[in-house]
């Protein structure tokens, strides 16, 4: 089933400022965090438990530092 | 059709912000689905996924085994195909059956990256990076193209 709101989730993504969850996977949906946790399968559950029915866009928000992958 | 995504604006150290090429994509396998970002990175010869999203799409241990060789060292890998789903608004692409490599290592720089092999096979990619922006446009070529020959 399609996410409805990935468009604009995304949109929101792009300049969010998640400085606060830094190492932790956050679950983003309606242009805001409905969850966050260290580990994504818990942050899964969470999301099952506290919003049924959600697809949310997830991610792990990364340290502060330049990468070379 | 092209499908065009903001680059995505993130914190460094200093109060300085870097601009990373992320798009949203949805991996599925069976009727397990995540919706992630991805960094695309030419760079990479492969596309791979973290142990953390392998795990939540139910992928077991068991793919067909590999390494991979980076910036950090050689790390083990596993390979699964997934269906992968890119889309905005009204266009929305399809790549069944996408190889990936799993990372068995427990700290990946990303967890989710989108290589050449096999995913810039399937487009054309533009890398704006004064606009901060990236396009992909669905390869007229498809996947006919490995970066990847049998010497003559």
Avoid: C
């Avoid at chain 2, 960094?39 to 793919?63: F, H, R």
């Avoid at chain 2, 050689?74 to 699964?80: A, C, G, K, Q, R």
């Avoid at chain 2, 007229?140 to 049998?150: A, F, K, L, Q, T």
Wanted: glycine residues 8%; without cysteine.
């Amino acid at each position: 089933m399609p996410n409805p709101t990935l468009d604009s989730d995304f949109e929101w993504y792009t300049s969010a400022d998640l400085g606060k969850y830094i190492g932790k996977w956050v679950a983003i949906s309606n242009r805001r965090v409905i969850a966050s946790n260290q580990k994504l399968k818990h942050l899964m559950e969470n999301v099952e438990r506290e919003h049924p029915g959600i697809r949310p866009l997830v991610t792990r928000v990364p340290e502060k530092v330049l990468k070379a992958i | 059709m092209s499908i065009s995504f903001s680059y995505r604006k993130e914190g460094l150290h200093g109060n300085r912000v870097i601009y990373r090429p992320k798009i949203p994509v949805t991996f599925r396998k069976y009727k397990k689905e995540v919706s992630l970002i991805a960094i695309i990175d030419s760079g990479s010869d492969a596309t791979i996924l973290s142990k953390e999203v392998a795990e939540q799409l139910g992928l077991a241990i068991g793919g067909k085994k590999g390494t991979l060789e980076g910036i950090g060292g050689v790390v083990e890998t596993v390979e699964f195909p997934v269906n992968l789903v890119i889309s905005k608004k009204r266009v929305k692409e399809h790549i069944p059956q996408m190889p990936v490599k799993v990372l068995l290592s427990d700290s990946p720089v990303e967890d989710a990256i989108l290589g050449r092999i096999p995913f810039f096979s399937n487009f054309d990619i533009t890398f704006k990076e004064n606009a901060r922006k990236i396009v992909l446009n669905k390869s007229v070529h498809g996947r006919g193209r490995s970066p990847i020959e049998i010497a003559a």
